[in-house]
């Protein structure tokens, strides 16, 4: 299957707001570190230890707090191992998704897409047909994943880079983005997708439910949310 990575936890003096959560729950895990097997050094998701705290309202409650600190944190915060990290991982969902758009499931994934809606901003990897862009990051995200080598977070069993890069690359077609931009996006997205599914740490899997269909949305739509300039509050 899938490249597998293995994760570790590290605690930083600035909390995301994960942080009260995994105290009260026994985990460190303010930080996810993944690193391939055989790798000289492991990767930092996003990095805890140059976040900005976060003003707190009394009872705010931690969409909104989650919200905020999506949209606050700036490219310059990331460490340059996660920007390594994260335009390999763009690449790698681009080679995917070309390399799964030839397969029979391929086909019929841009055969449903383009039936769903033709025309808009955003393309298809591999044809260059165009449609709108939610359609267009679900085909390209299923593509990514059509041979099975698209990476993956041991804990959570969420394969979080396809639907976010998918997603990050069909928003950049309607709207002017940088690649600065969509790689902090991306960063934040994939953080996000793995620590909603640590939850229940393969639970979700072994009772027949995808994980990645389950809480790499969560991560797109804060991704989206950032993108698209949307107010956290809101």
Same mark, same amino acid.
Not at 52 to 58: F, L, M
Not at 119 to 146: D, H, K, M, W, Y
Not at 172 to 188: K, L, Q, Y
Not at 199 to 209: D, E, L
């Given at each position: 299957?899938?490249?597998?990575?293995?994760?570790?936890?590290?605690?930083?003096?600035?909390?995301?707001?994960?942080?009260?959560?995994?105290?009260?729950?026994?985990?460190?895990?303010?930080?996810?570190?993944?690193?391939?097997?055989?790798?000289?050094?492991?990767?930092?998701?996003?990095?805890?230890?140059?976040?900005?705290?976060?003003?707190?309202?009394?009872?705010?409650?931690?969409?909104?707090?989650?919200?905020?600190?999506?949209?606050?944190?700036?490219?310059?915060?990331?460490?340059?191992?996660?920007?390594?990290?994260?335009?390999l991982?763009? !690449?790698?969902?681009? =080679?995917?998704?070309?390399?799964?758009? +030839?397969? $029979? /499931?391929?086909?019929?994934t841009? @055969?449903? *897409? %383009?039936?769903m809606?033709?025309?808009?901003?955003?393309? !298809?990897?591999?044809? =260059?047909e165009?449609t709108?862009?939610? +359609?267009? $990051? /679900?085909?390209?995200?299923?593509? @990514?994943? *059509? %041979?099975?080598?698209?990476?993956?977070?041991?804990?959570?069993?969420?394969?979080?880079?396809?639907?976010?890069?998918?997603?990050?690359? $069909?928003?950049?077609?309607?709207?002017?983005?940088?690649?600065?931009e969509?790689?902090?996006?991306?960063a934040?997205?994939?953080e996000?997708?793995?620590?909603?599914?640590?939850?229940?740490?393969?639970?979700?899997?072994?009772?027949?439910?995808?994980?990645?269909?389950?809480?790499?949305?969560?991560?797109?739509?804060?991704?989206?949310?950032?993108?698209?300039?949307?107010?956290?509050?809101?």
């Amino acid at each position: 299957r899938g490249r597998r990575f293995s994760c570790r936890a590290a605690l930083h003096e600035r909390r995301s707001p994960w942080h009260r959560w995994n105290a009260q729950e026994g985990r460190c895990a303010t930080n996810l570190i993944m690193h391939a097997p055989g790798s000289p050094a492991p990767i930092c998701v996003t990095s805890s230890a140059r976040r900005r705290p976060s003003k707190r309202a009394p009872g705010k409650v931690l969409a909104t707090r989650l919200a905020e600190w999506a949209s606050g944190l700036t490219f310059d915060e990331l460490p340059a191992d996660v920007v390594a990290s994260t335009r390999l991982r763009f !690449l790698d969902v681009i =080679g995917l998704s070309l390399a799964g758009s +030839v397969t $029979a /499931f391929g086909r019929s994934t841009r @055969a449903a *897409a %383009l039936a769903m809606a033709t025309g808009g901003p955003s393309r !298809l990897l591999g044809t =260059g047909e165009r449609t709108i862009a939610p +359609v267009a $990051a /679900f085909a390209n995200a299923a593509c @990514a994943q *059509a %041979l099975e080598f698209d990476d993956t977070h041991n804990e959570s069993i969420v394969h979080m880079s396809s639907p976010s890069v998918a997603a990050a690359l $069909a928003l950049s077609e309607t709207r002017p983005v940088t690649g600065r931009e969509a790689i902090a996006a991306v960063a934040i997205g994939n953080e996000i997708s793995c620590r909603v599914g640590v939850v229940a740490p393969g639970q979700f899997h072994r009772r027949g439910f995808h994980p990645t269909g389950l809480f790499a949305p969560f991560g797109v739509t804060y991704l989206a949310g950032r993108l698209l300039g949307l107010d956290p509050a809101t």
